[in-house]
């Protein structure tokens, strides 16, 4: 089963997770904090919800009461789903009297049956409780019937849904309305069901619920097969770029599932490069897909549609609007810290527009405030407190139509205030233009109406033609009905009548009626009943013909039949045509008959009527009419009688003469065909309806409509209750216009209000609010600067009205103040008082009061300015003048005013050398002064305070000042040489960057020949150079020159600036030629060596070179990249920074002074590589055999070399190493490493080192082994006298290694030591020789192999006893001895 990813509620910040119980039980509290802030308790339940059984049908509802500071949030959860809210099934509700929170069930249903949660929650904890709510199921229910239906329904819709070709795409069709309401729905959220429903003309809400989890269930076991997770479904955007977007997030189970786009049900194909030009474009990043629809227009509308492998994922409708822009938004310049407002017409109404800022989708918050006009045409953004950051391009878009505008923020350009936080402004920049908006609005609005008349108008006359048409189908067939009852009421009136002649009354029963008839103006309609039914019977020839076709007619009214055949006589008798028409009671089992006459004449008759009591006869008498009312009237008036009208108990028509009474009630009934009712129009229909709207209290709320009839007369209610002018409330009507005021609004206006005119109706809700306001006196008063000195107090106090509870804060330059310190902040009913004692410089600010409930939020900003003592004025001293007659110079005025307006500068004055000071006295606000008594060449130093209102600032002391001191200035920068011939060589210089405080007057130019010391000038001495460039003459062919000039201002000539380079004076080079034999003399991976020769030096054709350019250019690019950035003298050159493996093409260009020679290419490309280099391996002595203890790691490195970068490749056995194998590569070095060596990876291993000029391989055989286990028991055998067979049982080791081999020593009982008798035997025997009688034999058998031996296998002794002799007389000689 596919699960869609949900997003859990974040955890509050420091939440602490502790439990504890309510004092209500049942009721579970969640702290989120350790400690809470004084004051404040997290939510509980002084009044938890009931547990309900209940009816099915009934109103159900849960209430809870729960308290809390701050005030919780209350949300509801069921365990099976999630809660539907809808006005025909659930609905959630407030009563801020009560502080009831309710859940409340319209019409309890069985799917309500659940167990509820109810959550209480605020920032410091959520208190939940759990209710059951049962629901008894009762009789049989339609409701479910019709259910079941759609559910049959659903099933065969989604199969048609699932039909597909056998590639998974869709059938080529276009989808109809009722494909496409389902396929939204599938992909809809919850809270746009009711309007998709009210769109598509769906009623029955819980039906569509129903059928529309089964599909859901149905489609997400579908979308399992190919995906793992589906999340972030975003409908159709439209972006600022005149494109849309529709993003999904999934994780595919095969990344190669094909995925499809539909619109409408038809195919769209797409591309996934967005260069490519195509309009669709899907776009994949990682798990996200966005499908692009660029260069909008109207024809892109539509259900769009996103299939994966043939199962529908996701579908939007993209509705297109027909709106543009009637007045774009234009270009805002505004200032730091001001507001800017960016405002935009419509052509036709819109609820909301989607506002833009740099790329970013804006909404509603304290930065970005968003308003809609009452008409829904005018639509503005503003942008609180703009700072630089702001700035940028904002766009508003509409539909498909968007347009932007650029907002400059215009920084504080005051270096005084630089660096501090600008002012808070009140303005709001790009308004001014409400009048004409306003006008263009109105326009659009008129040009919209008439649009919208006119398409009422064409549908309307539509829909009469339909009717028209409907009603001439229903007139023929109701002709031809006609014709056929009377054709069938004659037959049986015949033969009933020939029965009755013949006296054949069989087993009938005799019912008599009598029928009165007058042709008086007799109301025709029910007035007792609901539905009318009436019956009766024609009889007797044409008479009774002409009734039953009356009473035909008359069914149209209500009632359908013909009169009894003694009525039909009668009215025969009378010269008229009988008809009847009844209407019954509530029950609908009422009838009546009646009879015309003519002119009035009563003609009664008796008849008795046969009626089979146990059958139910097809005849005129069993056919029952419906009908009631003005239908009745009319059906009588087709009919061309007016007869009593009864129903069961009920006297007949209002003035039948003739009429006494109903007929009795039938006891089988049928019902006749149904008349449609007459599409009345009442000719008046609203231009605009009501609009909810917000109203505060105290202050005034209008309601307006407007109507398309100025004579239309309307009535107004409230909550159902109809209401009329008086002190507190007005109703006018002025043209077309329909107006409710409510002069000053209370809690008791908020409610639902209607306007019903000529039955039609236009409702709307006033919601009363009551948000924070202030004084208007005292905000007046408190918005006007504050101004103390240090060490003073400030005062700030407003008064303010709201609902409670009010949120009060205070702010000095945005950061919230609280009571500490020197502040102190008091609180009262409808007042708040701020209080800063001993304030300081450093507090001056905006100062601002936010106050805050639920109904909104208000500020007030003032300024608090705290006077104090200037600081010292700043330096640098700008020095104007320094003559023998005069001293002027400026400095820069005090960082800080201390919030003062400058009035005057203090100045002292020391001639250097001297003690005293001498006071210059005050001279002013202006920073700057002039001083005139000096005396040439003496020195002067100055000390400046700032003089304020506050006092005087400290001093600041100049540095010393030379009267009539010669500035020279600065050296200019070196000549260059702009061109050189024989005999003029042209010269270009920048003036100097100091020109000692005075203008430059002109420059001296010198120059000096190569090899001398002497520098001559150029220019004569009484005639400077005024200009930056001179044309040198006197100049020698041949001869090489440098230059060198100085400024001159009214002090002099400055110093020479450092000479040019030399220059011959002869006429321009040729550029030189093309350079000799390029070639590549090294390279590496990044480097490449060149080396050339000089290109040929061709008299008057190319002159010799005197340096060179190596550029190179990549294969894959056409641009050449110079590698070095001045001229090389050599004709070698290395090339550095070159990537590895990489195609270059190289070329050397040589240069003069006459320029660039022709480039000089490389033949071939050249690879960023060193030589190539057969590999081999550079090691002296290479191991080929090596033993590794099992468990221990096999290390085996191999040293090579190679050009280009080889490939090396290992195997074991002529098969690739395994994954437990690691190889390291490094640069002319390979290893071998196996971590924990196994008997399993002993082994042949083979490297093989390849590149393109060759390969070369080397192997290594690795023996993985262990100590051997010991053999087996030892046996000894004697086959051959004199020897011993030894046999053992094989090591356990003998199979897993090739290499193992046994050795066997022995010892006697003579001699005590071991010796070894055999080695490196292969099998499991050996044969002792030399076994000497009489001695005992032991033997041992080990276990060899490459690791060592193993423990022995010892035998048992073996003794061959030794033959016996006779030695009698040795044994007498004993004996005597």
């Known amino acids: 089963m596919l699960k869609k990813t949900k997003v859990d509620d974040e955890t509050a910040t420091g939440q602490a997770g502790i439990k504890k119980k309510s004092k209500v039980p049942g009721v579970m509290i969640t702290q989120f904090m350790e400690e809470l802030p004084e004051g404040k308790t997290t939510p509980d339940f002084t009044r938890k919800p009931i547990a309900l059984t209940i009816q099915e049908g009934k109103f159900a509802y849960f209430k809870a009461i729960v308290v809390g500071d701050p005030t919780p949030t209350v949300t509801w959860s069921r365990a099976n789903g999630e809660i539907i809210f809808h006005t025909d099934v659930c609905q959630q509700k407030y009563d801020p009297a009560s502080n009831e929170h309710t859940l409340e069930f319209p019409k309890v249903a069985p799917e309500d049956a659940d167990t509820y949660k109810c959550y209480a929650t605020n920032e410091y904890g959520r208190a939940v409780c759990t209710v059951i709510l049962n629901v008894i199921e009762v009789g049989f229910s339609k409701t479910k019937e019709l259910q079941k239906i759609q559910g049959e329904d659903a099933t065969e819709f989604r199969k048609r849904l699932k039909t597909r070709n056998p590639d998974g795409t869709r059938e080529e069709k276009t989808m109809d309305a009722n494909e496409k309401v389902w396929e939204i729905l599938l992909s809809a959220e919850k809270k746009d069901y009711e309007r998709i429903c009210a769109e598509y003309g769906i009623t029955d809400f819980r039906g569509m619920l129903k059928k529309l989890t089964e599909m859901k269930k149905e489609r997400e076991e579908e979308i399992a097969q190919f995906i793992s997770h589906i999340r972030t479904l975003k409908p159709v955007e439209v972006k600022d770029d005149d494109c849309a977007t529709i993003e999904l997030d999934m994780d595919l189970l095969d990344s190669g599932s094909k995925i499809f786009l539909y619109k409408d049900g038809v195919m769209v194909p797409f591309s996934k490069e967005e260069g490519e030009g195509m309009k669709h474009n899907l776009k994949q990043v990682g798990k996200k897909y966005v499908f692009t629809i660029k260069n909008l227009s109207k024809d892109d509308a539509g259900l769009y549609s996103v299939d994966v492998e043939g199962v529908n994922v996701f579908s939007t409708d993209f509705k297109v609007p027909e709106v543009d822009f009637a007045v774009k938004i234009q270009e805002v310049k505004a200032e730091e810290r001001e507001d800017a407002l960016f405002q935009c017409v419509l052509t036709a109404p819109m609820n909301e527009i989607n506002w833009y800022g740099k790329s970013a989708l804006l909404t509603n918050n304290e930065k970005h405030e968003i308003i809609v006009s009452e008409d829904k045409l005018i639509h503005k953004l503003i942008v609180r407190d703009c700072l630089p950051l702001d700035g940028g391009i904002y766009a508003a878009v509409a539909g498909i139509k968007s347009c932007n505008a650029w907002l400059v923020v215009e920084v504080e350009k005051d270096p005084a205030k630089k660096g501090k936080k600008a002012a808070r402004k009140t303005t709001i920049a790009g308004a001014g233009n409400d009048e004409e908006l306003l006008r263009i609005a109105k326009e659009q609005q008129e040009r919209y109406q008439k649009e919208m008349e006119e398409k009422a108008q064409l549908a309307k006359k539509a829909q009469e033609e339909k009717e028209l048409a409907a009603a001439a189908v229903r007139a023929k067939q109701k002709a031809e009905a006609e014709a056929k ?579 011959f004076a002869r006429d321009p080079k040729k550029p030189p030629g093309k350079v000799l034999d390029l070639k590549v003399t090294d390279s590496t991976y990044t480097t490449l060596s060149l080396s050339w020769n000089k290109p040929k030096d061709i008299k008057g054709e190319e002159d010799e070179a005197k340096g060179y350019f190596v550029e190179i250019r990549p294969a894959e690019n056409t641009d050449w990249d110079r590698c070095n950035s001045n001229a090389i003298t050599m004709t070698t050159y290395t090339v550095k920074g070159m990537k590895s493996m990489a195609m270059y093409w190289v070329r050397v260009i040589a240069t003069n002074d006459g320029g660039e020679g022709v480039p000089q290419e490389l033949d071939n490309y050249i690879l960023a590589m060193p030589p190539p280099v057969r590999p081999r391996f550079t090691d002296a002595k290479i191991k080929s055999f090596m033993i590794v203890r099992a468990g221990n790691s096999a290390r085996f490195t191999i040293n090579f070399e190679a050009s280009p970068w080889p490939e090396v490749t290992w195997l074991k056995d002529g098969v690739p190493v395994s994954k437990k194998v690691t190889i390291s590569n490094a640069e002319g070095t390979s290893q071998l490493l196996i971590p924990s060596a196994e008997r399993s990876d002993t082994g042949i291993y083979t490297i093989i080192v390849k590149n393109i000029v060759g390969q070369e391989t080397i192997s290594i055989e690795i023996r993985v082994t262990d100590e051997p286990k010991p053999p087996g028991p030892v046996d000894l055998d004697e086959n051959v006298p004199g020897t011993v067979t030894i046999s053992w049982t094989a090591s356990p080791d003998e199979k897993r290694d090739d290499r193992l081999h046994y050795m066997v020593t022995k010892r006697d009982s003579v001699k005590r030591s071991w010796n070894t008798i055999a080695d490196r035997i292969f099998n499991n025997k050996f044969t002792a020789c030399n076994i000497m009688p009489g001695r005992e034999y032991q033997f041992r058998v080990y276990a060899k192999n490459d690791m060592g031996s193993s423990k022995p296998s010892e035998s048992a002794k073996w003794l061959i006893p030794a033959k016996k002799r006779k030695i009698h007389c040795e044994d007498a000689r004993v004996q005597s001895l």
């Not at 008046?684 to 505060?696: E, N, P, Q, R, W």
């Not at 002190?727 to 609004?745: D, N, P, Q």
């Not at 102190?824 to 410089?841: A, C, P, V, W, Y």
Request: net charge negative; with cysteine; glycine share 16%.
């Open 485 to 1063: 009852a009377a054709a069938k009421a004659e037959a049986k009136a015949a033969a009933k009548a020939k029965r009755a002649a013949a006296g054949k009354d069989g087993a009938v029963r005799k019912t008599k009626k009598k029928v009165a008839g007058a042709g008086a103006d007799g109301a025709s309609g029910a007035t007792g009943g609901v539905v009318g039914v009436g019956a009766g019977s024609a009889a007797g020839g044409a008479a009774g013909a002409t009734g039953g076709a009356a009473g035909a007619t008359g069914g149209a009214a209500g009632a359908t039949g013909g009169g009894s055949a003694a009525g039909s006589l009668a009215g025969a008798a009378g010269g008229g045509a009988g008809g009847a028409g009844g209407v019954g009671g509530r029950d609908g089992s009422g009838a009546a008959g009646g009879a015309g006459g003519n002119e009035g004449g009563d003609v009664e008759g008796d008849s008795e009527v046969e009626s089979d009591e146990d059958s139910f006869e097809d005849s005129d008498e069993d056919i029952e009419g419906e009908g009631g009312g003005a239908k009745g009237r009319e059906g009588a008036k087709e009919g061309g009688e007016k007869g009593g009208v009864g129903g069961e108990g009920e006297e007949g028509g209002e003035k039948g003469e003739g009429g006494e009474k109903g007929g009795e009630r039938r006891k089988r009934a049928r019902a006749a065909p149904l008349v449609p009712d007459t599409v009345i129009d009442p000719g008046v229909h609203f231009h605009a309806g009501l609009s909810d709207c917000k109203a505060i209290i105290g202050e005034a709320a209008e309601l307006e409509c407007k109507v398309s009839s100025e004579e239309c007369v309307g009535i107004w209610y409230k909550d159902g209750a109809e209401i009329q002018a008086s002190e507190s409330l007005t109703i006018s009507k002025e043209g077309c216009f329909h107006r409710l005021k409510i002069h000053k609004v209370t809690e008791e206006n908020a409610g639902k209000y209607k306007f019903e005119a000529d039955g039609r109706k236009t409702e709307a809700e006033i919601a009363v609010e009551d948000p924070p306001r202030f004084d208007k006196e005292e905000l007046e008063a408190f918005k006007a600067p504050v101004t103390i000195k240090k060490g003073h107090k400030a005062t700030y106090k407003l008064s303010y009205i709201g609902r409670e509870p009010i949120k009060v804060q205070w702010y000095l330059e945005g950061e919230e103040l609280s009571s500490e310190g020197n502040i102190n902040i008091e609180t009262s009913d409808g007042t708040s008082r701020l209080l800063m004692m001993k304030l300081q410089h450093k507090d001056s600010g905006e100062i601002k009061i936010k106050l805050k409930n639920v109904f909104g939020t208000i500020e007030a900003v003032s300024q608090l300015n705290v006077l104090d003592k200037p600081t010292p004025p700043m330096g640098p001293l700008e020095i104007v003048e320094a003559s023998s007659s005069v001293i002027d110079f400026k400095w820069r005025p005090p960082k800080d005013s201390g919030g003062c307006k400058i009035q005057n500068y203090i100045l002292e004055r020391q001639q250097v050398g001297r003690n005293t000071w001498k006071k210059v006295g005050p001279i002013g606000p202006e920073a700057k002064y002039r001083d005139s008594d000096v005396d040439h060449g003496r020195r002067y130093c100055y000390r400046i305070r700032v003089e304020t209102e506050m006092g005087i600032s400290e001093m600041m002391e100049t540095e010393d000042i030379q009267a009539g001191t010669k500035a020279y200035p600065a050296p200019p920068s070196a000549p260059k040489v702009a061109s050189a011939f024989k005999d003029c060589i042209n010269l270009t210089w920048s003036p100097p960057a100091d020109t000692g405080g005075t203008s430059i007057l002109g420059y001296n130019l010198e120059k000096r020949k190569k090899g001398s010391n002497l520098w001559g000038q150029v220019n004569p001495p009484n005639e400077i150079i005024r200009g930056k460039g001179f044309a040198v003459k006197d100049v020698v062919e041949g001869m090489e020159y440098e230059f060198r000039v100085s400024a001159i201002n009214d002090s002099g000539a400055g110093e020479f600036s450092t000479p040019s380079e030399f220059v």
